[in-house]
């Protein structure tokens, strides 16, 4: 079977999302419905991979898991068209994972920079899943034989070992994928999509942090579920510099709080930064605050209330889930049936 462009992403289901997670990723995943076939998965098996006081135990990742579907929906993504589902639905993620991780090298895990970030001081005390997770990441996107990847700038060096993963199995494999009748590359080599003016939205209160779901102060950052009010306010509070606006990008580079709030407002209006630069350059924060604060509602408000309203039906959100679980689970049925004849493994057709 020829390889046909097709788009996955993952979200983990970890609570709070916020504008960094709508900008960085959620926006990227409505427009790449308009070209591709998506698959987009709750990713509830990579969740699970920090110790459970932190994932939060089963009623959190239950909430969790219909939060970030409602996020989805809410956004514009339409699950009837795309494949919306959570990953534990589908064994082929583990099944794959476990052929892959025979593929993949412990050099090559070792080098994984989110890991050493993750685990810490203490990597005595780290699961293996959490040193596991870039195979099950890569499973994942294999599963689809997807070609396109959206995800945030720090997810590329896990993608380029899905890419390495894809070019040994094919590799190793090749005698045994010519003679199953696939062409040369089973495995297509996924591509990153990295797009957007703010795919890294920075705290609200320190514009050389990440926007985050951890951080102590509320005020760092918007929620998808804050009201009208909640952002407008959050918005009126965000730390500045006491200089008016730059007419010209250059001007920002020294001002990382500008910088986040001007590419804040140019994401959310889908415009360069320097139109926006053009329109509000010499004015002062107040002003453009104001108007940052109306877009941010006009744009988000009415996501939060259509989220609001979805979870608080989670017998839809768990029918879309299943339907799109089912629909997945066929394209992974394919794609396990040609591993295990690659591999070897006997089974029933
Ligand atoms: N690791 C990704 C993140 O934390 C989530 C993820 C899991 C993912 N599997 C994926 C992203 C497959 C893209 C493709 O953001």
């Given at each position: 079977?020829?390889?046909?462009?097709?788009?996955?992403?993952?979200?983990?289901?970890?609570?709070n999302?916020?504008?960094?997670n709508?900008?960085?990723?959620?926006?990227?995943?409505?427009?790449?419905?308009?070209?591709?076939?998506?698959?987009?998965?709750?990713?509830?098996?990579?969740a699970i991979?920090?110790?459970?006081?932190?994932?939060?135990?089963?009623?959190e990742?239950?909430?969790?898991?219909?939060?970030?579907?409602?996020?989805f929906?809410?956004?514009?993504?339409?699950?009837?068209?795309?494949?919306?589902?959570?990953?534990?639905?589908?064994?082929g993620?583990?099944?794959?994972?476990?052929?892959?991780?025979c593929?993949?090298?412990?050099?090559?895990?070792?080098?994984?920079?989110?890991?050493?970030?993750?685990?810490?001081?203490?990597r005595?005390?780290a699961?293996?899943?959490?040193?596991?997770?870039?195979?099950?990441?890569?499973?994942d996107?294999?599963?689809?034989?997807?070609?396109?990847?959206?995800?945030?700038?720090?997810?590329?060096?896990?993608?380029?070992?899905?890419?390495?993963?894809?070019?040994?199995?094919?590799?190793?494999f090749?005698?045994?994928i010519?003679?199953?009748?696939h062409?040369?590359?089973?495995?297509?080599?996924?591509?990153?999509?990295?797009?957007?003016?703010?795919?890294?939205?920075?705290?609200?209160?320190?514009?050389?942090?990440?926007?985050?779901?951890?951080?102590?102060?509320?005020?760092?950052?918007?929620?998808?579920?804050?009201?009208?009010d909640?952002?407008?306010?959050?918005?009126?509070?965000?730390?500045?510099?006491?200089?008016?606006?730059?007419?010209?990008?250059d001007?920002?580079?020294?001002?990382?709080?500008?910088?986040?709030?001007?590419?804040?407002?140019?994401?959310?209006?889908?415009?360069?930064?320097?139109?926006?630069?053009?329109?509000?350059?010499?004015?002062?924060?107040?002003?453009?605050?104001?108007?940052?604060?109306?877009?941010a509602?006009?744009?988000?408000?009415?996501?939060?209330?259509?989220?609001?309203?979805?979870?608080?039906?989670?017998g839809?959100i768990?029918?879309?889930?299943?339907?799109?679980?089912?629909?997945?689970?066929?394209?992974?049925?394919?794609?396990?049936?040609?591993?295990?004849?690659?591999?070897?493994?006997?089974h029933?057709?």
């Open positions: 079977m020829a390889i046909t462009e097709r788009v996955f992403s993952g979200v983990q289901p970890t609570g999302l916020h504008l960094g709508y900008l960085g990723a959620i926006v990227n995943f409505v427009k790449l419905q308009e070209t591709h076939n998506c698959v987009y998965c709750v990713v509830d098996m990579h991979t920090v110790p459970v006081t932190v994932w939060g135990g089963p009623d990742l239950r909430r969790n898991t219909r939060e970030v579907t409602a996020a929906i809410a956004s514009g993504i339409d699950p009837a068209k795309q494949i919306i589902f959570n990953q534990s639905q589908v064994s993620h583990a099944e794959l994972a476990w052929v892959f991780n593929v993949a090298r412990l050099g090559w895990l070792n080098r994984m920079t989110q890991f050493k970030e993750k685990a810490g001081k203490d005595e005390n699961s293996v899943g959490l040193y596991d997770y870039p195979v099950l990441m890569a499973s996107i294999l599963l689809y034989r997807a070609t396109h990847v959206p995800v945030g700038e720090d997810q590329k060096q896990h993608l380029e070992l899905c890419r390495d993963i894809a070019q040994k199995f094919n590799n190793d090749s005698a045994s010519a003679a199953q009748g062409d040369g590359n089973y495995f297509p080599m996924p591509e990153p999509v990295i797009t957007g003016a703010a795919t890294r939205v920075m705290s609200l209160r320190d514009g050389t942090k990440k926007m985050s779901k951890s951080d102590a102060s509320d005020n760092s950052r918007i929620n998808l579920t804050d009201d009208a909640t952002i407008a306010q959050k918005i009126r509070r965000a730390k500045t510099d006491p200089e008016p606006l730059p007419s010209e990008e001007g920002l580079k020294t001002r990382p709080e500008a910088d986040n709030l001007v590419g804040i407002y140019s994401a959310l209006a889908d415009r360069p930064k320097s139109e926006v630069l053009r329109e509000f350059g010499g004015a002062q924060f107040s002003g453009f605050k104001t108007s940052l604060a109306d877009l509602v006009e744009k988000l408000a009415p996501i939060a209330a259509e989220m609001k309203r979805l979870t608080g039906d989670p839809y768990d029918q879309v889930l299943t339907d799109g679980g089912d629909r997945a689970r066929a394209i992974a049925n394919e794609t396990m049936n040609a591993v295990r004849d690659i591999m070897g493994f006997i029933k057709r």
